[in-house]
Structure formats: C-alpha cells, structure tokens
C-alpha cells in the first residue's frame, strides 16, 4: 500500500502532537529512590479532535481513512499547528556528509548568513521527524549544524534533502477502531489517535 498525504483542507478544531520516549524505573523499595534507564526507542504519537463537521467534511475524512484499512495504511502528517518555521529556513539544505547518527546533523545549502531555524522548529530527513532544541544559524558558507529531539534512526545519506517546511512524519492509526463519529443532526465530531510508523 502507497503512503497518503493527511488532506491539507481537514483541519482538526484541537491537536496533540508530541514524542513518548521509553524508559523504565527501578524503584528502590528501601529508600523510595528510583534508577530510571533510558532506551533509544521514541516515536511520536497525535491525537485530532473534528468538531461540527458538515456532511462534506465528514464523508471527505471517512473516505480517507477507509483507504487506510484501519491500522495496516500509513500517512504523512505533521504538528498542523507548527507547519512554518520561525526561523528563515531560506535556500536548498541537504544532509552534508554520511554516517550521522544521534541528535546533531550538519547541513549545507543553506542561505549565508542567516537564523536559519529556531528551537522549536521541525524538520523531516529520511521521512523522520525531528524538532529542534537549539538555534540553528547558517554561516558563511550556507553550512548549519541541527540539533533536535528524538535521536536519528538511521543515517541518511550525502546530499539528502531536509525538509523545513509541512514537515511530517510517517503515522498510521492507533488502532483498527478509528474513526467512529458521534453524528447529531446535520453535524458530525471525531477523535483520532494516531502513532509513528517506526518499522518502515
């Protein structure tokens, strides 16, 4: 099955978007301390909440997530309240040099000499979604170094583009019960929970 793009026209009425990280705690039963152990698993997860959609609205979402067939279709879908970056994010980036791994990647194609992304912006490389924790600032030579949350899951290759703009990640439905409606007349509300495709 292709990978769909989340209509740009459905706007949810209220979104959560953030990362869930995996640790565990080792809770020490003498002195109440606890250890905690950090796993390098993290995936992001989205809840959409549609209220008073119309009859159009409604038939236009239910038609696209019965492509999806329930938990088994993946789609593009970013924070829709954050779609534009704070910072300039001018020119053609691109990942410069292979083998990077972990929360720092540097770039190039960059305009010269600008901020070119803010903490708390995103971007999207090797179709992972990554938010920034530190200003990025383009130096002389368009060169910038990103660092942002969660961790990189693979490598991306020399000269691979770097999205700054509707970035998204790959995420599927939460489960095969998505996308029941409570209807009253004329009106229609959904929620949907929606999770990171991590296994691509």
């Given at each position: 099955m292709s990978t769909l793009t989340w209509p740009q026209n459905l706007i949810p009425n209220s979104q959560q978007f953030f990362p869930v990280f995996t640790t565990r705690k080792f809770p020490s039963p003498f002195?109440?301390?606890?250890?905690?152990?950090?796993?390098?698993?993290?995936?992001?997860?989205?809840?959409?909440?549609f209220k008073n959609l119309d009859r159009e609205e409604l038939?236009?979402?239910?038609?696209?997530?019965?492509?999806?067939?329930?938990?088994?279709?993946?789609?593009?879908?970013?924070?829709?309240?954050?779609?534009?970056?704070?910072?300039?994010?001018?020119?053609?980036?691109?990942?410069?040099s292979a083998n990077q791994t972990g929360g720092l990647l540097k770039i190039k194609g960059c305009t010269p000499n600008q901020n070119f992304l803010l903490a708390g912006?995103?971007?999207?490389?090797?179709?992972?979604?990554?938010?920034?924790?530190a200003d990025a600032n383009a130096d002389i030579e368009g060169k910038a170094s990103l660092r942002f949350e969660p961790n990189l899951r693979q490598s991306p290759a020399n000269?691979?583009?770097?999205?700054?703009?509707?970035t998204y990640a790959i995420?599927?439905?939460g489960d095969d019960k998505q996308g029941k409606s409570k209807r009253v007349?004329?009106?229609?509300?959904?929620?949907?929970?929606?999770?990171?495709d991590i296994y691509q």
């Open positions: 002195t109440g301390t606890n250890q905690t152990l950090e796993f390098p698993a993290c995936s992001w997860n989205c809840q959409l909440t038939r236009q979402l239910e038609t696209f997530l019965i492509q999806l067939r329930g938990a088994a279709g993946r789609f593009r879908i970013g924070d829709q309240t954050n779609a534009e970056p704070r910072g300039l994010a001018e020119g053609t980036p691109v990942v410069d912006d995103y971007i999207t490389v090797n179709n992972e979604l990554k938010r920034l924790v000269g691979t583009a770097v999205i700054v703009r509707n995420m599927r439905l007349p004329l009106h229609a509300s959904m929620t949907l929970n929606l999770v990171e």
